[in-house]
Every structure is written in structure tokens, then in C-alpha cells.
């Protein structure tokens, strides 16, 4: 079935520094999503983007995140500094379609630790 | 305060028997609920959806909702060790696009 593609998938940084994380989401959705989970916790939404914008976002969704999908490539995340709260298993999603009627489908995750 | 709360946090069920998950959730305005599969090592898969009270079966699965009283379950019959993973009940909201998810419950199939 269609597949989203997270790279890297573990990425270890020290606090202050930037992180870019990279989704690689299924070719014609149109919808794209960042959530995060914490270990031990439930995955929460961060932010939701469609057509080169961010239409939703949480309060978890900080200043110094930012989201971009240039030229049709990469959906990338970046966190610019990085706090060790951040560290998170962070994934991507992407659906055809929008409302909640719409599946998403998620890729492996991204291990983030921030040192 | 979860929106969406799931018990049991782990469950253990022979080959062959019954698995059934719960899941409540605390906000009214949920419309769309969704039940997503996730093996070790992978990223969440849907298992399935129900938007309307009643009961929705697909093949080993079935999905119920009761929506006056905000609860949604999901049986897996005939359990199979493969069905080992952790099940995420998700829900939203009519007009937005982002899911609130359970903490999940692990379910273990033993052969």
C-alpha cells in the first residue's frame, strides 16, 4: 500500500542546535501532518499544512518550529534552537483527503534526542 | 485532560480467542473515529473507521460506536499472533483535520 518515508530515523543533537526532519509523504495526498509522542504518552498533533500553508496548529507547535514543502519535495519539520523537551518521536502523515473522514497514513517515526 | 482515553493499556488473548479494546472520549464535537494498528518498528496503520452508532465489521474485525455515551470499541475475533501490536483509537472534530489519539492498548496474541 502507499508508504510514507521519514528520514532520518533516529537523530541525536545537542540542546540549542537546528534539526530538520525530513517526510517523504505519499505521492498525490495533499494534506500533510506533524505529530509528536513522548515516550509512554499519546501521540499529539502538531501541526497540519496543505498547499503551502499551515492551516492547524497546536500549542505544542512553538516559535521555533516551522514547517515548508518546497517545489514538491521534502515535508520537512524544523526546530530552531532545539530544547531537550523536544526530544520526541516525531511522525508524518499525509492524506488524499481532509476532515476527519479521511485516513492518514503515517510514516515510521523519527527518534529525536536532544542532549 | 486526554480527549480520548483507551483501556485496557495491555491485553493478552490465546490464538483463536477474542480481543476487545475501549475507548471513551471526552469531547462531544468528535464525529470521526478511527482505529490505527501499529507493529514494532513501524508507523501507525488504519485498521479501520466508524462515523455512525452501531456496528461496522470487516472481515476478524468489528468496530462499535455509541456515540451518545462517546464510546467506541473494537473486537478482533479469532486472534491470530500476528494481530500483536499496539491499537490506537483516534478521533476528530467535524471541520478540522487533526487527529486526538489514545495512549493505546498493547495487545499480545499468544500461540
Known amino acids: 500500500g502507499p508508504k510514507v518515508l521519514q528520514i532520518p530515523s533516529h537523530q541525536i543533537i545537542d540542546m540549542g542546535q537546528m534539526v530538520t526532519l525530513n517526510c517523504d509523504p505519499v505521492?498525490?495526498?495533499?494534506?500533510f501532518y506533524w505529530y509528536k509522542q513522548i515516550l509512554g504518552q499519546q501521540m499529539e498533533f502538531l501541526v497540519n499544512?496543505?498547499?503551502?500553508?499551515?492551516?492547524?496548529k497546536s500549542k505544542l507547535f512553538k516559535d521555533q518550529f516551522s514547517v515548508e514543502r518546497p517545489d514538491g519535495s521534502y515535508f520537512t519539520l524544523k526546530i530552531q534552537p532545539t530544547a531537550l523537551e523536544d526530544s520526541a518521536v516525531y511522525f508524518c502523515?499525509?492524506?488524499?483527503?481532509?476532515?476527519?473522514?479521511?485516513?492518514?497514513?503515517f510514516g515510521p517515526g523519527t527518534r529525536l534526542t536532544v542532549l | 485532560q486526554q480527549k480520548v482515553q483507551q483501556s485496557p493499556e495491555s491485553l493478552s488473548v490465546p490464538e483463536g480467542g477474542m480481543a476487545s479494546l475501549n475507548c471513551t472520549s471526552s469531547?462531544?464535537?468528535?464525529?470521526y473515529f478511527w482505529w490505527y494498528r501499529q507493529h514494532s518498528g513501524e508507523g501507525p496503520k488504519a485498521l479501520m473507521s466508524i462515523f455512525s452508532d452501531g456496528d461496522k465489521k470487516e472481515g476478524r474485525f468489528t468496530a462499535h460506536l455509541n456515540k451518545a455515551s462517546l464510546h467506541v470499541s473494537l473486537h478482533i475475533r479469532d486472534s491470530q499472533p500476528s494481530d500483536s501490536a499496539l491499537y490506537f483509537c483516534a478521533a476528530s472534530d467535524t471541520g478540522y483535520q487533526n487527529f486526538y489519539f489514545g495512549k493505546g492498548t498493547s495487545l499480545t496474541v499468544i500461540p
Open positions: 505521492s498525490n495526498h495533499l494534506y
Open positions: 502523515a499525509s492524506s488524499l483527503d481532509w476532515g476527519g473522514a479521511g485516513e492518514q497514513y
Open positions: 469531547d462531544r464535537n468528535f464525529q
Open positions: 499544512f496543505y498547499n503551502g500553508k499551515v492551516m492547524e
